[in-house]
Structure formats: C-alpha cells, structure tokens
C-alpha cells in the first residue's frame, strides 16, 4: 500500500470514527434474519430511530429512518464472459449476450448514468469505497465454493441530485469471479435517499453499518451444508447422467456390433449357399460325363466317387464300396463277410 492510500484509508477510517461519535449513544445493533431457515443472518449496527423494513414491492424501502432518509437494496446487473470462441458461439446461438467485465467507475458511466439521467436525477459526484468491497470480500471468503476461482471486489459510490431538493447516493458494489475458463461477474446496488441537509449523515452511518456488520457464523454454516449437499446432488445427477449416456452409448454399440454380424453372416451364408450351389452343379455335369455318382461315407464323412447306374451302394469303413442291381442283397448277411456295410444314396 502507497503513502496516498494509507492516508486515504485514515481520512476514511476518521470520518466514520467521526459518524459514530455523532450518533455516539444513538447506534444499535439491528437484527436480519434468513427467513428461510429461521435464524439471525447477521446484525447492523445502525442509529437507534432507523427501522429494517420488509419491503413487499420494489417501490417500498428495506430501511427507513426519521427526516425522509430511505435506503433500498437493488440487483444491478449479472454477466458472464469467456475468451473461448466455442463458449461464445454457444451463447450466440441461444440468443444470450456475453459482457466483458468493466470496473465500478465505468459502471456508473455506462449504465446507471444513461438511466438516471432520463428519470430527472443530475450526477454530482463519485467516490471509491474500498471498506465496502473489503467487507463483501471478507462475507465472500467465508461462503462455500462448489469450484476453485479468483474473486475481484470493487465499490464505488455515486451521487446524485433530483432536482427537488433530494439526494441519492448509490453504492455499487462488485464482484467479478474467474474460474473454469469462464468469468461470472455481478454488481448490486444500494441507495441512500435523503432531503439534502441529511445525504451526508445518512450516507456515513450506512456505510459504517456495512463495514461493521456482524455475521452469525451459525447461519454461514448451515448456508455452507446446504450448498455442498446442493454441489453433492448436482454431482451425482451427473455422474448418473453420464454413466447412463455411457451405458446408452455401450447399448446402441452392442445392437450395432450384433447387427453388423448378423449382416455378415447372412451374406456370406448366401455366398456359400451360393457357392456350394455352384459347385454341386459342376461336380453333378462332372458325374454325367463320366458316368459316375458322388456318395457320402457315414463313417468318416468323406465323399466318393462311384459307378453311377446301380440300384444299391454299400460303403464299409475302410472306404470300400460295393454296389448292386438287386434290391434286396444286403451284404451284412452274407456270411461270408466279415466287415459291417452301410447302404448309401447318391447325391448327385
């Protein structure tokens, strides 16, 4: 840190020590609650005559106080940004628009003065607020981190007249996230209105009470537990999902693999078919020619040529054959013989 912004940091450090001596006996602690799980999400210290309000409309304040002063807690704007060209073909063609982080200062140029300027109010001035983006730090720091990033905070504060003897000061606090090879970045606001006697007093003790502000490390806990059981869940769908895509991929590369051999079994039995067709109609011409007939031995399975013309063919398992024109010899009765005959058909 430089000489000038240490000694920034006294002037800012002695101004708000010099806002809560003149509330000195005036500030108390104002409770916030996390409605949703029913605790205290953390305490304001506040001057005793504001009020935390539970605003039911936009139009309606979170925290009024005596003399017209009112403070409201806007959403300013939320973008991404990636350099990777695949990232910012997917937003375009989804119709979504990606917006490249810019600082706080050129936050109140470009967006809140084009804006504020059609709705009557004239830019007086802006200040940095290094407090205020320290304590959303330190608030950030403690909260739980589905994935590893690289936070950036930033505040500023801005004034602003209405011509009607109001004024309103604007906070905008940033915060811009890098990590995954993508950033997320976000700003909020929060504005002081007040008569304008009374800016300077409201907009100190507001912002003493952010700086101070006083977490309830219970609630930080149990915020913590349900966004791990939150990143937990989210994990397991998708691990689920991608071993179903995996068992879906395996299936369909199954059906495909048995298909294929289906396929090719069926042309090549087609082409044996085919094959063996061919063949038996050369061997058959063969036979014609030659006067023969081809058998089939019942003992080893090896086919023969023999004499065509007879009646009966008998093969022994020595591959001996004999045939005859009566048609009820049978050799295996002959007792002469001492070898065991089967009779045969030609095939062709």
């Known amino acids: 840190m430089n000489i000038q912004a240490m000694l920034q940091r006294l002037v800012i450090i002695f101004l708000l020590a010099l806002s809560v001596n003149v509330h000195a006996g005036k500030t108390i602690m104002h409770t916030v609650m996390d409605t949703q799980r029913n605790m205290v999400m953390y305490q304001i210290p506040l001057p005793a005559d504001w009020k935390i309000t539970t605003p039911k409309s936009a139009e309606e304040p979170n925290i009024v106080g005596p003399n017209g002063i009112k403070i409201y807690y806007r959403s300013g704007g939320s973008y991404v940004f990636s350099h990777d060209p695949y990232m910012q073909q997917i937003y375009a063609q989804t119709g979504q628009q990606m917006r490249q982080p810019i600082s706080a200062h050129l936050i109140v ?134 071993q179903q895509n995996q068992q879906n991929f395996e299936r369909q590369q199954a059906l495909h693999r048995s298909t294929t051999e289906a396929i090719n079994r069926s042309i090549n039995e087609t082409y044996r078919t085919q094959d063996t067709a061919s063949d038996r109609i050369q061997d058959k011409q063969v036979n014609v020619i030659r006067d023969e007939s081809t058998v089939t031995n019942p003992y080893d399975g090896e086919q023969y040529q023999v004499e065509s013309g007879a009646d009966q063919y008998w093969i022994n398992n020595d591959g001996e054959y004999i045939y005859s024109e009566d048609p009820s010899y049978n050799p295996n009765a002959d007792p002469d013989n001492y070898k065991e005959w089967q009779q045969v058909e030609p095939e062709y």
């Open 109 to 242: 140029e470009q967006d809140l003065k084009p804006t504020l300027s059609q709705h009557g109010l004239t830019f007086l001035s802006m200040q940095p607020l290094p407090e205020v983006a320290q304590r959303s730090q330190a608030y950030s720091n403690k909260l739980y981190k589905s994935v590893p990033s690289q936070q950036y905070f930033e505040a500023v504060g801005s004034e602003w007249n209405d011509g009607k003897g109001n004024t309103a000061f604007i906070i905008v606090d940033q915060m811009i996230s890098e990590g995954q090879g993508s950033i997320f970045w976000y700003y909020s606001l929060k504005v002081v209105e007040a008569p304008k006697q009374y800016i300077e007093e409201a907009k100190k003790a507001f912002i003493y009470g952010i700086v101070n502000t006083q977490d309830n490390p219970q609630q930080i806990q149990a915020y913590n537990l349900s966004e791990q059981q939150k990143s937990a869940q989210s994990w397991q769908q998708h691990n689920a999902r991608m």
